[in-house]
C-alpha cells in the first residue's frame, strides 16, 4: 500500500510559485477584427453602458483618439477642472522616477510636448538628440550671430526656456538614490 504524500503548499496556495499551475492561461484576445494582440485594455461600448470592448494598447489609444474630456463645458469649468485633477494628482508627479513608463509613452507632460514641438523632435526623442537639437536651433538665432534682430532673440530664449523644462524632465526621471 502506497503511503500518502503530504503537501508542501501547508494550505496556504499563495507558497506555490506563480504560474506553477499546469492548466492553459486564457488570453482575451483584442476585439478589433483581425487583430491577435491581448486585449487587455477595456473601452466602454457607449456611454453610461457597461458593456466594454477590450483592445490591444494599440488599438484602444486609436479608440479614444477623439474622446475630448472637457466636452460640453465652458472655458472657466475646463480650467477648474484640469487644475483639480492636477492638484489631487500632483503625488503621484513626486514618484514619477519609479515608473516603469519611458519617454513617448504618455510619460511626458504637456509643457514637456510643447517644448519637443519647438525643437522640432519627436515625442520619445532622448536626452542627447535635446542637446544636439537645442544647439544647432541656438546657433542660429544666437544674438551674437544676429546682433538687434529682436524676432531672433525672441527665438533663442523660447529655445532656451524649451532645453530647460526637457533638462529639469531629465534630472526628474533619473533617480539619485
Do not use: I
Request: hydrophobic share 30%; aromatic share 12%; proline share 5%.
Amino acid at each position: 500500500m502506497v503511503k500518502a504524500r503530504r503537501s508542501n503548499d501547508w494550505g496556504f496556495p499563495r507558497w506555490r510559485g506563480y504560474g506553477s499551475s499546469r492548466e492553459a492561461t486564457t488570453v482575451r484576445l483584442c476585439d478589433r477584427y483581425g487583430c491577435e494582440e491581448p486585449g487587455n485594455c477595456p473601452a466602454p461600448k457607449s456611454p453610461n453602458s457597461p458593456d466594454r470592448w477590450y483592445f490591444c494598447q494599440r488599438h484602444a489609444a486609436e479608440y479614444n483618439q477623439k474622446w475630448d474630456y472637457f466636452e460640453g463645458l465652458s472655458k472657466e469649468e475646463a480650467a477648474e477642472r484640469a487644475a483639480n485633477e492636477e492638484r489631487d494628482n500632483a503625488g503621484y508627479a513626486e514618484a514619477s522616477h519609479y515608473g516603469w513608463a519611458g519617454s513617448g509613452d504618455g510619460s511626458r507632460t504637456a509643457d514637456e510636448m510643447r517644448a519637443l514641438e519647438l525643437l522640432e523632435l519627436e515625442a520619445d526623442a532622448d536626452f542627447d538628440a535635446v542637446k544636439r537639437a537645442w544647439r544647432a536651433k541656438a546657433k542660429e538665432v544666437h544674438p551674437d550671430v544676429k546682433p538687434g534682430d529682436a524676432d531672433a532673440a525672441q527665438q533663442f530664449q523660447a529655445f532656451q526656456v524649451a532645453y530647460e523644462v526637457l533638462r529639469q524632465a531629465e534630472e526628474r526621471r533619473e533617480w539619485k538614490g
